[in-house]
């Protein structure tokens, strides 16, 4: 249905005149005729008005499919840093009433997770804002240490927090019920590794590289990880140095190398790898993983300059090849290397 036959159906429906409607939206009533004529369509900024004059979300004055909605929430997600209260209760209330739709119930269920996260990220970031000027204020107390830690990930001293035994617990369940899928296998094993628990980490990869559709570039990059919980330096190196040599111009293997070098503070030989990953890719649009890695190097080695020069590669990258003008990426990246060259 077009937007102006939408706007009268609803305006009859609330019982109201044009002049009623115009004069609760501050506009002339010959303004509403235009729009129910589709002469003229209502300016952006007067959708969220119709809606709450009718009772209904911005959606159902497009009358959009279930799979458009879908769409429109999670493109809302990714580029919106936070969301107004009345969107987040409108994508809330859809993604529930789809739940019981069997077509739509299992990206209604991940799109909810996202909806909690992205809500629960944003007041992270504020709780972390507010934690980090009281430490500046007092440093000596010891009240909000544990807000940064689980707003921002911070490590803590202590075993009986830091330990990942739950999340080792989920993903154990979550192989024991479906022991032919490969992916809650390797998420279990990098939480096994994260505690140095490595002969489970080896027990859990021998079951894995069993599927069929395992990759054996990765086999060989958990053992390495494995060696090194053991604090087999030697033998861990000696892994990822055969397996660069067999795989010279395999981006998978490069980035893990990269990663693995960057993890033991190897930081030129991460940066030399990370490069190499970034050139090698054949897909395009490029993922931006191996450019933040480095500009975090560059930060941590205190070559502030060309961490920014870093930011700078991933904002050609997202314009360029992404498409991107305004999104959340491009402008952390932008906030990114401003406050790179002012630490310059």
Known sequence: MELGKKIRQLRFKAGLTQEQLADQLGISAQSVSKWENNVAMPDITSLPQLAEIFGISIDDLFDLTNEQRLNRIENS?????????????????????????????????????????????????????????????????????????????????????????????????????????????????????????????????????????????????????????????????????????????????????????????DYLKAIELYEKSFEVQTRRPRFTDELMAIADIYEIMGEYRKAAETNDRIIDLLTNEWGFTEDTGLKHAREEKARLLAKA
């Not at 529930?96 to 739509?104: A, F, I, R, Y």
């Not at 919980?229 to 981006?251: C, G």
């Open 77 to 265: 997600l990714d580029i919106t840093e936070e969301l107004p209260q009345d969107l987040f209760r409108e994508y809330e209330d859809f993604l529930k009433s789809q739940l019981s739709d069997k077509e739509n119930a299992q990206r209604s269920t991940s799109l909810l997770a996202y909806l909690y996260w992205h809500r629960m990220n944003s007041f992270a970031q504020k709780a972390a804002r507010y934690a980090k000027d009281t430490i500046k204020n007092a440093p000596e107390a010891k009240d909000c240490q544990w807000i940064l830690q689980r707003a921002e990930g911070h490590a803590s001293w202590d075993w009986n927090i830091a330990n990942h035994t739950k999340a080792i617990e989920f993903w154990r369940s979550i192989v024991k019920d479906n022991p032919k899928t490969r992916l809650p296998y390797l998420y279990l094993i990098d939480n096994l590794l994260a505690d140095h628990r490595a002969d489970e980490a080896e027990a859990y990869l021998e079951q894995v590289s069993r599927l069929p559709d395992v990759r054996p570039v990765m086999i060989q990059v958990y053992k390495a990880h494995i060696a090194l919980a053991r604090f087999d330096e030697a033998s861990a190196d000696s892994i990822m140095e055969e397996l660069i040599r067999e795989n010279p111009k395999d981006t998978v293997c490069l980035f893990e190398a990269a990663q693995y070098h960057a993890e033991k503070c």
